[in-house]
């Protein structure tokens, strides 16, 4: 899970995450490497039991709002997953200079590979009542449009905010709550 102080104590509440890509670079800008990401969260949902409330991906972190059992060992298996598939990508269409700076930033003490893709750690908070989550998803969803991206937030593709506006998302979303 990372040198944070943050901890998943409480697998039964849903938590609000973030993973943000080493150093801010901006990864998640072409279709295909969000789709590995939205990919990895479908397969943990299915496969996994991950809950996902909500969710938006931007171009160098993302926010999850999500809940399973064994919280901490899941986001790292996930965080090493999508992190491989996104390396091989960049390797497959020779994004040089990107895998340069992947191994540029990668910190010291992660001796056992050449790149590093995620930030250490997620800031885990643990939501226990409905308010709380609907400030966190209206945080995640009003991210795109503060950035100035979207005038509103059901127009970013890759987020949750859809679902709740009504629309198909890309991704199903958990919305029975406590």
Same mark, same amino acid.
């Given at each position: ?82 992190? %491989? *598939?996104?390396? /091989? $990508?960049? !390797?497959?269409?020779? #994004?040089? &200079?990107?895998? =340069?700076? @992947? ?30 989550? %609907? *400030?966190?998803? /209206? $945080?995640? !969803?009003?991210?795109? #449009?503060? &950035?100035?991206? =979207?005038? @509103? ?26």
């Amino acid at each position: 899970m990372g040198r944070s102080r943050y901890r998943i104590l409480q697998s039964e509440y849903p938590h609000f995450l973030t993973c943000t890509v080493l150093n801010w670079i901006p990864l998640s800008t072409r279709p295909a490497t969000v789709q590995i990401v939205l990919d990895a969260l479908s397969y943990r949902r299915q496969q996994n039991g991950w809950r996902i409330y909500g969710y938006v991906i931007l171009e160098n972190h993302m926010h999850l709002l999500i809940q399973t059992d064994d919280l901490a060992n899941q986001l790292a298996h996930f965080k090493s997953y999508t992190a %491989r *598939q996104l390396i /091989d $990508y960049f !390797h497959g269409i020779k #994004a040089e &200079r990107l895998l =340069v700076q @992947l191994t540029w930033f990668r910190k010291a003490h992660k001796t056992d590979r050449a790149y590093q893709l995620w930030e250490e750690g997620s800031h885990p908070q643990s939501i226990d009542n409905p308010e709380v989550l %609907r *400030q966190k998803l /209206d $945080y995640i !969803h009003l991210n795109p #449009a503060k &950035r100035g991206y =979207v005038d @509103l937030p059901e127009h970013w593709r890759y987020s949750s905010a859809r679902d709740y506006a009504g629309l198909a998302g890309l991704l199903p979303v958990y919305r029975d709550w406590f």
